[in-house]
């Protein structure tokens, strides 16, 4: 099956940096689309970035002009630039990758463990 396994994050300061990474690994015939999501303490998920197979980004309004997603198709890999980070940033980031992992099987959505981002002085 598909694994999805995401990096990157820590402590930083508002106004910091940083840069988290998510890699697909495993059986995979196809991925569809990448995304990072985020989750705060007592809120729901939230998307905060998608990125389609045909290049289409889709940012959150409150990321917007602050966090550049990027991917690497042949690493099966996408990466999320943090900048400008405000303490409201704080949140568990996840990785969710739709993807089949042979010709015969559906799309499906796979979620990594998430990695935790903490915006404070």
């Known amino acids: 099956q598909v694994q999805v396994a995401e990096s990157g994050g820590g402590l930083v300061q508002p106004g910091g940096s940083l840069r988290l990474s998510c890699a697909a690994s495993?059986?995979?015939?196809?991925?569809?689309?990448m995304g990072w999501y985020r989750q705060a303490p007592g809120k729901q998920r939230e998307l905060v970035v998608s990125y389609t197979s045909g290049g289409t980004t889709n940012y959150a309004d409150s990321v917007k002009g602050r966090f550049t997603i990027s991917r690497d198709n042949a690493k099966n890999s996408v990466y999320l630039q943090m900048s400008s980070l405000k303490p409201e940033d704080t949140a568990v980031y996840y990785c969710?990758?739709?993807?089949?992992?042979?010709?015969?099987?559906?799309?499906?959505?796979?979620w990594g463990q998430g990695t935790e981002v903490t915006v404070s002085s």
């Open positions: 969710g990758v739709v993807a089949k992992p042979s010709a015969q099987q559906s799309f499906r959505t796979y």
């Open positions: 495993g059986s995979i015939y196809s991925i569809s689309y």
